[in-house]
């Protein structure tokens, strides 16, 4: 069995066919999207010249995806990219993006958590596959970001607040989000 902490590696043929390793099949840019929205790091290579093309590929699927009515980025974030490859500012948004999707996945995991922990129903049975669906709905919601929904950190909570401060503080968060998720 392959090891999933290792990169799939992905092998692009002179004909431009891509090849699963793993699986000793070829696959397509929507399989790739497939094993990245489960979890999997993608490498893809060119056999030949040994060159890693996983950049030209993510960038064709976002494309892609972007180009299907698809849209997750905003036209001002896309104008913004653009203009960020002209300007000085281009060495701050890689790291500014990167920390923007760090801080997505450890809030969305983290409220899942919370959530878990303040519901009355977390001891039901039939919960567990209840939260597994809507872990499953969220994901797809945010086309594979993460997988799981987040609150306030553990690091804020410092014991003193009562539970109907935190489901308060919460239903905040909640509809602070649907309001962001309105407008794009």
């Known amino acids: ?17 891509l090849y699963n390793t ?30 890693d093309l996983t950049r030209q590929y993510l960038l064709q699927i976002i494309a892609e995806h972007e180009s299907r009515g698809e849209s997750v980025l905003p036209i001002g974030v896309l104008t913004d990219l653009v203009r ?7 060495s701050v948004v890689p790291e500014f993006l990167a920390m923007s999707f760090e801080m ?6 983290k409220m899942v958590e919370n959530m878990t922990a303040l519901n009355p129903m977390a001891s039901m049975p039939g919960f567990e ?8 709905f969220m994901k797809a919601m ?8 987040s609150g306030p950190s553990a ?30």
Do not use: C, H
């Open 142 to 149: 945010t086309g594979g970001i993460s997988g799981q929904w």
């Open 104 to 109: 997505l996945r450890d809030g969305q995991s």
């Open 155 to 184: 690091s804020d909570d410092d014991g003193d607040s009562e539970p109907g401060d935190e489901l308060s503080e919460i239903k905040k968060q909640l509809a602070e989000l649907q309001s962001k998720l309105s407008k794009l």
């Open 22 to 51: 793993e699986t000793s099949d070829y696959v397509t840019l929507e399989d790739i999207a497939g094993f990245i929205r489960e979890g999997r790091e993608v490498k893809i290579v060119d056999l030949k010249s040994g060159d």
């Open 129 to 136: 596959a209840m939260r597994a669906q809507q872990e499953a």
């Open 84 to 90: 960020s490859y002209t300007t000085q500012a281009q």
């Open 1 to 17: 069995m392959a090891d999933t902490n290792a990169p799939l590696l992905i092998k692009r043929y002179a004909s431009r066919r």
